[in-house]
């Protein structure tokens, strides 16, 4: 339902064109853009859907498409809502239409934003991931912290540690962010407490495949492969086939550097994981590959053409795997489906906007990564078994679903 607070009608017919000095979004349905023109004045622009004059996905889009920096030319009104334009210092404007880019902000530097248009100045604190207030002075600068810059200085409120200080502030400022999203991301079904970085999550990954699927894949009957999609340089593959002997083909369209200091580490990890040491146990120990067995590689995309050039891979892959593989995780799951061959994915980004038509069984978009893992446990297995979920033990996205059609066919 419109509000009624709407009583304008949209006319575009005013064309502005300048520099995004700040952009800020407010919700899903409306954002804010402050404009520097040519005469150096400030105009502000509007982008809303509660008033029915866009579409959530039309503003989302619109935001989207320009960043701080670039110089934009815009074609807008005057707004719906009266009180957006009355008694301000400045023009307030409302659009509908997409921002044109006349000329992208490409400098290597970050930009630095403008406060926005009707604020009183920088606010001195700043809210933290519990709902505190700290004031920014008490704070470290993460451009500081991060890249030993800050393009803020000498204005930037937060604190950049000298060199006696530095690795002690850049320590503490790290702990206490992995502190931070260890407890914001917690979730009371994950049985974990405690769990391996998020570096060493192929070989976790690795070892649950083992557990999960490892009689399948090495029967005596029958020897089979797993297709490793959108697999990096191949960590996962490189586990499988060094440490359990297990062919892993690894289908990623980029070829990835592997660095010698990679191959070291991953040699070292898979020893130690064969042997259940700890990843960072420091007993001496003889580093050779349990197995001689090198990964295949193709540099090539995951899809129906996949699946008609390499006829041969793909009859000889018992699972199909995806560690965070972005845009590949559905088409992984699809493909195994279709062709009624187990699967193990573990789903990270969604990328909603690129995915709309997505829809949960009852009716809601696919917006957060719970809801993505959701979709995909939704897929119809054509009465297959269902689909499988569970936990891994190492931080960030973890939860894994996997589709074992064998344990009800066979």
Not at 14 to 25: D, V
Not at 79 to 102: C, G, H, M, R
Not at 327 to 340: C, N, R, S, W, Y
């Amino acid at each position: 339902m419109v509000n009624n607070r709407f009583t304008r009608q949209l006319t575009l017919d005013t064309t502005i064109e300048g520099q995004i000095r700040h952009r800020r979004k407010l919700s899903k349905d409306l954002f804010f853009i402050d404009v520097l023109l040519d005469n150096g004045n400030k105009d502000q622009i509007l982008f809303r859907s509660d008033d029915g004059s866009l579409t959530r996905e039309g503003v989302q889009d619109i935001y989207r498409s320009v960043k701080q920096g670039d110089v934009v030319r815009a074609v807008v009104g005057l707004p719906t809502d009266p009180s957006e334009y009355d008694s301000k210092s400045f023009n307030v404007w409302q659009s509908t239409a997409p921002l044109i880019v006349i000329q992208p902000y490409t400098d290597t530097k970050t930009f630095v934003a403008d406060p926005p248009l009707g604020s009183s100045g920088p606010k001195q604190t700043i809210r933290r991931w519990d709902g505190s207030q700290k004031a920014k002075s008490e704070m470290y600068c993460k451009y500081w912290i991060n890249q030993r810059e800050c393009v803020r200085l000498p204005n930037c409120p937060f604190l950049h540690p000298t060199e006696e200080e530095y690795m002690a502030a850049r320590e503490a400022w790290i702990e206490e962010r992995m502190a931070a999203r260890k407890i914001t991301t917690h979730n009371p079904h994950d049985p974990h407490t405690s769990k391996k970085s998020h570096a060493q999550r192929a070989m976790v990954f690795a070892q649950w495949i083992h557990e999960t699927f490892g009689d399948y894949l090495l029967s005596d009957q029958v020897r089979r492969g797993v297709l490793d999609i959108a697999g990096g340089k191949g960590d996962v593959s490189m586990f499988l086939s060094h440490g359990y002997n297990i062919p892993a083909t690894v289908v990623e369209p980029e070829t990835r550097k592997q660095p010698r200091h990679w191959y070291t580490r991953l040699r070292r990890l898979t020893c130690r994981m064969v042997r259940g040491e700890a990843p960072d146990c420091t007993v001496p120990m003889e580093e050779k590959w349990p197995y001689d067995l090198e990964p295949t590689y193709l540099a090539t995309l995951m899809n129906d053409a996949f699946l008609e050039n390499y006829p041969e891979v793909v009859e000889q892959a018992g699972l199909l795997i995806g560690l965070h593989s972005d845009q590949a995780t559905e088409p992984i799951v699809d493909a195994a489906l279709k062709m009624g061959k187990p699967f193990a994915v573990i789903p990270c980004c969604v990328f909603h906007h690129e995915n709309r038509h997505r829809r949960l069984s009852n009716g809601n978009e696919v917006v957060t990564t719970e809801d993505f893992i959701q979709y995909l446990s939704e897929k119809d297995t054509h009465g297959q078994g269902v689909i499988e979920k569970a936990y891994l033990g190492f931080e960030g996205k973890n939860v894994v679903l996997f589709w074992r059609p064998y344990v009800t066919s066979q």
